[in-house]
């Protein structure tokens, strides 16, 4: 599946079906890592973030707005209408070349408060 794209309601059930079976697939990696691994106090939590981020990348697709937004941007971030980062794990978003991070509360409260700039 093509990660860059255009949210639209047109597709949007196509999209969210192989990006759940994406998260499916991920979900049977994680069982299988932890069962690998059940001995072991420590291991990689690479595989349960990898989860979380699936989930928060379905939740920005399944908003009813049309937005432009990259789900594999550099160093497991998203990237919205080519300007604002999105780090999905710790639910914060920045503008593009800036430093300053925000926390946001949902990804339908973000895309309609900030990046639409409505009255939330």
Known sequence: ME??????????????????????DLDKTRESVNL??????????GHE?????MEEAIAFVEVDRKFHIDLEHQ????LVNHRFVIAPLKRKWRVK???QWYYYKNPEQFIRKYVFREAV
């Open 3 to 24: 990660t860059v794209f255009e949210n639209t309601t047109e597709g949007k059930d196509k999209r969210l079906e192989i990006l759940n079976k994406r998260l499916m």
């Open 36 to 45: 690998q691994f059940w001995h072991k106090d420590r291991h990689g939590m």
């Open 49 to 53: 973030k990898d989860v979380e981020r």
């Open 75 to 78: 160093g497991y971030l998203f």
């Open 97 to 99: 070349g800036k430093a």
